[in-house]
């Protein structure tokens, strides 16, 4: 009995609350509440919209007519189409354009909380498209619709149009600009002090690029060959006794050029093949250059281009000033390779009794025969009576050893030096080498040298040998 009457108890408790509950539950019935946005949002000075080196950030609000009774969303479009008939009608400034295709982003969906009156969310913009068009006024029309929950948008309020002032947006000092740092219609002359290297079998020519405006995030820009910036200074008459460099063994060991994070200057480089650069002696060359395809930012238009213009002439002496022969006790100077005499040509700078034998490409229309050592610096196939001359710049008074470089595998071979025209050697023979003409040798003798800039002369008494080059060292 007793267990039955709890049972009875049970059940009218349970009935009541689920009565209680529906009431409950009845009575909320919460009310759909009217979504809404701001007609325009213009950004430019003011406030509302921040900035980093990738993008503008601007927060678009969604208004509600009332706190929402529930979490519901609501769905996020834009339409660039719309902008030509906004400027047409005269809502937008004449000349303002659409954001580019994936120039922009937001989410699809908003979820808007329970109990808020308004929730925002974030229209991101490249800096990149901003920069690249600052010239110019912006927009994008952004479009809320479907919200879930039986709630609503209010008419007409279903779009806001966001213009921005580029100009305004980004100052100008603060805009990306990529650039060669010795771009531009002024031809980048080499050589000129110490801007190349010459290798065995590439010459090296460093370049520059530089970023302007504030440190950015990482990117990349290629850089290619392009003729037709070379060609355009050589038809205008920019660039005299000069012709297009045309040949193949030319490359970018980096085509795709990359910026780090925060750097503001990086530095690459071209290739040229030593042999084939060097042919040649009665024009200069010239290369165009090019950035394009920069994955962040702009090209600056007025570097964006280079011509790089080389004498082939001066490849093959790879100074710009006369040979040095140190001054100080005990110092030794760099070898003057026999390969690089002066120019002016045969009578001038040398005397070759025959035709070119050895390596052709090497300062052709010239007769002095080179050896193709690595690196190029030998003079072979010497014959009596020929001679070399080379600048030198002597630092100071003084007794010098001489060391002459010389592969003598034969009868031995004969030779004397002049300054300005006057013997400082008397016929010295060399030393008698063991293999062939390339196993070149130290021949040492003691000179009387004075300082200044002077013209010395090999000349070779009996040429039986080959010459690598000269090394002086100050002894008194």
């Known amino acids: 009995m007793r267990v039955c009457l709890l049972v009875v108890i049970t059940t009218l408790?349970?009935?009541?609350?689920?009565?209680?509950?529906?009431?409950v539950l009845a009575k909320e019935n919460p009310s759909a509440v009217g979504l809404s946005l701001d007609n325009k949002i213009d950004i430019g000075n003011g406030n509302n919209f921040s900035l980093d080196n990738d993008k503008l950030t601007i927060p678009v609000t969604i208004k509600l007519s009332g706190a929402s009774g529930k979490a519901f969303n609501?769905?996020?479009?834009?339409?660039?189409?719309?902008?030509?008939?906004?400027?047409?009608?005269?809502?937008?400034?004449?000349?303002?354009?659409?954001?580019?295709?994936?120039?922009?982003?937001?989410?699809?969906?908003?979820d808007i909380p329970?109990?808020?009156?308004?929730?925002?969310?974030?229209?991101?913009?490249?800096?990149?498209?901003?920069?690249?068009?600052?010239?110019?006024?912006m927009a994008i029309a952004v479009k809320i619709s479907d919200p879930s929950k039986t709630n609503s948008v209010d008419a007409g309020k279903n779009a806001?149009?966001?213009?921005?002032?580029?100009?305004?947006?980004?100052?100008?000092?603060?805009?990306?600009?990529?650039?060669?740092?010795?771009?531009?219609?002024?031809?980048?002359?080499?050589?000129?002090?110490?801007?190349?290297?010459?290798?065995?079998?590439?010459?090296t020519i460093p370049l520059s690029l530089s970023l302007a405006g504030d440190a950015g995030p990482d990117f990349t820009v290629d850089f290619v060959r392009d003729d037709a910036v070379a060609t355009e200074l050589i038809n205008n008459?920019?660039?005299?006794?000069?012709?297009?460099y045309t040949g193949?063994?030319?490359?970018?060991?980096?085509?795709?050029?990359?910026?780090?994070?925060?750097?503001?200057?990086?530095?690459?480089?071209?290739?040229?093949?030593?042999?084939?650069?060097?042919?040649?002696?009665?024009?200069?060359?010239?290369?165009?250059?090019?950035l394009k395809n920069p994955t962040k930012f702009q090209l600056d238009a007025n570097k964006a281009t280079m011509v790089v213009v080389f004498d082939p002439v001066a490849f093959s002496r790879p100074y710009t000033v006369p040979f040095v022969i140190k001054g100080g006790i005990g110092q030794v100077s760099d070898m003057i390779p026999a390969a690089f005499y002066d120019q002016g040509g045969e009578g001038?700078?040398?005397?070759?009794?025959?035709?070119?034998?050895?390596?052709?490409?090497?300062?052709?229309?010239?007769?002095?025969?080179?050896?193709?050592?690595?690196?190029?610096?030998?003079?072979?196939?010497?014959?009596?009576?020929?001679?070399?001359?080379?600048?030198?710049n002597i630092e100071a008074d003084g007794e010098y050893e001489l060391n002459t470089l010389l592969g003598c595998p034969d009868d031995p071979g004969r030779y004397s030096l002049f300054m300005d025209g006057v013997a400082i050697t008397p016929v010295l023979q060399g030393k008698k080498t063991d293999g062939d003409y390339g196993n070149q040798q130290p021949n040492y003798s003691t000179v009387q040298l004075k300082k200044g800039r002077h013209i010395m002369k090999f000349y070779e008494d009996y040429g039986r040998y080959d010459v690598r080059g000269w090394i002086f060292t100050r002894k008194k």
């Open 13 to 23: 408790i349970v009935s009541c609350e689920k009565e209680k509950l529906t009431d």
């Open 74 to 110: 609501v769905q996020i479009t834009g339409n660039i189409d719309t902008v030509a008939k906004l400027v047409t009608d005269g809502v937008l400034p004449a000349g303002t354009i659409a954001l580019g295709d994936q120039m922009y982003n937001f989410p699809p969906v908003v």
């Open 114 to 137: 329970y109990g808020v009156t308004s929730t925002t969310f974030d229209l991101l913009v490249s800096r990149t498209f901003i920069e690249r068009n600052h010239d110019k006024k």
């Open 160 to 203: 806001v149009v966001v213009l921005i002032n580029a100009a305004e947006a980004i100052a100008a000092e603060k805009v990306h600009y990529i650039s060669f740092e010795k771009g531009g219609k002024t031809p980048f002359l080499v050589p000129n002090g110490e801007n190349f290297s010459i290798g065995s079998q590439d010459i």
């Open 237 to 244: 008459g920019t660039l005299k006794n000069t012709v297009l």
């Open 248 to 290: 193949a063994n030319f490359s970018i060991p980096t085509g795709k050029v990359k910026f780090s994070d925060g750097a503001v200057k990086i530095g690459t480089s071209f290739l040229l093949r030593t042999s084939e650069a060097m042919g040649g002696v009665n024009n200069k060359k010239a290369i165009g250059l090019r």
């Open 348 to 392: 001038v700078a040398y005397h070759d009794n025959d035709t070119k034998d050895g390596v052709s490409s090497f300062r052709p229309g010239e007769n002095v025969d080179v050896g193709n050592y690595t690196p190029r610096s030998v003079v072979g196939w010497c014959s009596t009576g020929e001679w070399l001359t080379y600048t030198v």
